[in-house]
């Protein structure tokens, strides 16, 4: 499973998908819970930016 989740493909999806529902769920949803969504979506977003950035460096 972690060699999946760690395959540029999955990075970059896991990066766009959640950055795109972060943006998005504040609008979606009212309240705390839109919020929530956000910082949580964002928090995937940023590890998965981490790990392509992590997986780039490994490979130079």
């Avoid at 493909?9 to 949803?29: E, K, S």
């Avoid at 009212?30 to 956000?38: C, E, F, I, V």
């Amino acid at each position: 499973m972690k060699a999946l989740l760690s395959s540029r493909p999955a990075l970059w999806f896991l990066l766009l998908f959640n950055l795109g529902v972060a943006a998005v769920a504040p609008f979606a949803v009212d309240g705390a819970q839109g919020l929530l969504t956000s910082a949580g979506m964002g928090v995937v977003s940023l590890g998965a930016g981490v790990g392509l950035l992590r997986s780039r460096t490994q490979r130079a």
